[in-house]
């Protein structure tokens, strides 16, 4: 997005040509790879299988016995819950109504309420069940796939670098970035690490949560 100052509202809403492609090619990227792992998911491709198995079951052997990683792993996917985003973008919403933006302010309402509704679509569709361990450390609810912790994520770090971006100096946006960047990755590994899911659910979470983000950025321009 354009370079703005903290006092700008009008330059958050500039339309900018080489910004719209950009994001036209991440969202069809991620499509296509969404896409590419529903399909491989739902047929079983037995390397695909392979991998999800190994990862669940070798985090499981390292954290049955620690404690330790099992409780920062919880901590950390409790970062990324729905009721963490909640209380994460509610303020956000509240300041970009307060700067008169609602645009970008309905904007970030439907992307948080539209991922978690397209979530619930594609893991009814897609049905698959969650990773069975003989002794959990944690358990979850629900179908696996996509992980909603980690669309979610990165549905909610894309929305925060929408909005952030334009307000930082150059200095600071390599940083925001990198954090949202580990942040997602992180939140990511901690619903396999608990064993809740599988390395295709969180992949695929991913791949949804930023095709979602760059299909509706382009629609509200």
Do not use: E
Not at 1 to 21: E, F, I, K, N, Y
Not at 154 to 183: E, I, N
């Amino acid at each position: 997005m354009p370079d703005a100052s903290p006092g700008s509202s009008t330059s958050l809403a500039q339309p900018s040509g080489p910004r719209d492609v950009h994001l036209a090619l991440a969202g069809a990227l991620m499509a296509v790879l969404f896409a590419a792992t529903v399909l491989l998911v739902d047929h079983r491709w037995a390397p695909l299988l392979k991998a999800d198995q190994s990862a669940r079951d070798g985090l499981h052997y390292y954290g049955i016995n620690r404690p330790g990683f099992v409780h920062t792993m919880q901590v950390i996917s409790a970062s990324g819950s729905p009721l963490a985003w909640v209380v994460i973008l509610t303020p956000v919403v509240v300041c970009l109504l307060w700067r008169r933006l609602p645009r970008l302010a309905v904007f970030v309402v439907v992307a948080v309420l539209g991922s978690a509704l397209l979530n619930v679509v594609v893991k009814t569709v897609v049905h698959r069940a969650r990773p069975v361990l003989t002794d959990p450390v944690a358990h979850a609810h629900g179908l696996s796939f996509p992980s909603a912790h980690a669309q979610g994520a990165a549905v909610g770090y894309v929305l925060l670098l929408l909005v952030v971006l334009p307000l930082l100096s150059r200095r600071w946006r390599k940083g925001a970035v990198t954090f949202a960047v580990v942040a997602v990755l992180v939140i990511g590994f901690s619903r396999i690490a608990l064993g809740v899911h599988y390395v295709s659910d969180v992949a695929g979470g991913y791949f949804l949560g930023v095709a979602w983000v760059a299909a509706l950025a382009i629609a509200f321009d």
